[in-house]
């Protein structure tokens, strides 16, 4: 797809210098760009490898002849543009337009206008697909499902029974929505239920055995939410696990049941949420972060990377580390930590010098 200077500019919403009228297919990073790609270079360490003549993406301030380039687009915020960028240059997945014939749809199911149903596409009864959806090939929707129009589902996502997928939603490949919860009982007290109740102690161990909880709930995911690759969410008890709106997931998140997570939300890879747990808006989980059952997390906090959250978090708060707490005293208790071999090689002089002293008294 060939985009003006002009063009682009505009589309991003950004302020354009030299040739508007030269044509760009797609973008690179400086070194690499040919010449009918326009460059990233929105700091100078990244500038030094422009190539004169060509075509790039400064920083405010920058000058673009002082590079020798024949264009350039300025981005006030660097990020936000790439957003922009790659949106413009994204030729989308490979799904043809209409309904392959190798899908299976129950003729129960309401396909919406302009919907794009890929090869191998399974779609259960009083499925309802939104206007302009694209289903990847070998997707499964189960019985009762809604999902949303303008949706994007990817190769091999699976969203089980009775779940509502809301508008302009992407699930990526092999995500799956509405599994059955992680949920057992024993017939008596289990021990995981004794440790809880007595902090620790073990009082009786005898044999037993678990009994499934099913899961009668389902999952609702808003509109504008993305979940990434092998993501899974898992359905309610009773009531639905909810994703709100805006909020995007990363590859390899797990969500438990009866898991509430508020608008706008950045849940990055590998983070696991347990089940019952109450996430506010905006918040931020760093890759890797675990949240334990039943927690609330208030709006707005940041997580660090790995930290494992086991008590309520308040609103606004930034936590870190195992177990989670203010970032600024994490990071005391690390330095404190690093001190600690020298804390204990002057203790073990001191009491060698106190025996010695003893000795000689």
Not at 87 to 101: E, K, L, Q, T, Y
Not at 347 to 356: D, G, I, P, R
Request: with cysteine; charged share 25%; aromatic share 2%.
């Amino acid at each position: 797809m060939k985009v003006t200077i002009r063009d682009l500019a505009h589309a991003l919403d950004a302020r354009a210098w030299g040739d508007l009228e030269r044509s760009v297919i797609g973008a690179a990073e400086p070194g690499v760009a040919g010449p009918d790609q326009i460059a990233l270079a929105m700091s100078p360490r990244y500038a030094e490898k422009l190539a004169p003549g060509g075509a790039a993406i400064l920083a405010e301030g920058m000058d673009p002849e002082a590079y020798g380039l024949a264009a350039a687009i300025f981005a006030p915020r660097p990020r936000l543009v790439m957003a922009g960028l790659t949106r413009s240059f994204d030729p989308g997945p490979d799904i043809a337009p209409g309904i392959h014939p190798s899908a299976v749809i129950d003729p129960s199911a309401q396909i919406g206008a302009e919907a794009s149903i890929g090869p191998f596409v399974v779609i259960g009864a009083d499925v309802r697909i939104g206007a302009r959806a694209r289903i990847a090939s070998h997707v499964s929707i189960g019985r009762g499902c809604v999902i949303g129009e303008d949706a994007l589902i990817l190769n091999g996502a699976r969203v089980q029974h009775d779940c509502r997928i809301g508008d302009r939603v992407i699930l990526h490949p092999n995500a799956i929505i509405g599994a059955d919860g992680f949920s057992f009982v024993t017939a008596e007290e289990s021990g995981v239920e004794e440790i809880r109740r007595t902090l620790g102690k073990r009082e009786v161990m005898r044999a037993q055995s678990w009994e499934r909880i099913h899961s009668l709930g389902a999952v609702e995911i808003g509109d504008d939410v993305e979940i990434g690759a092998n993501a899974t969410v898992d359905r309610g008890t009773v009531r639905a696990t909810r994703i709100g709106a805006g909020s995007k997931l990363d590859n390899l998140v797990h969500i438990g049941h009866n898991v509430i997570v508020g608008a706008d939300c950045l849940i990055c890879g590998q983070v696991g949420i347990a089940g019952s747990s109450v996430i506010g808006d905006r918040v931020v989980l760093a890759g890797q972060c675990g949240v334990s059952d039943n927690i609330n997390v208030g709006d707005d906090v940041i997580a660090g990377g790995a930290s494992k959250i086991f008590s309520r978090v308040p609103a606004g708060r930034v936590v870190l580390g195992n177990p989670a707490v203010e970032m600024r005293t994490r990071m005391e208790m690390d330095r404190a930590s690093r001190r600690l071999p020298r804390l204990a090689d002057k203790l073990a002089k001191l009491q060698k010098a106190v025996t010695e002293l003893a000795e000689r008294s």
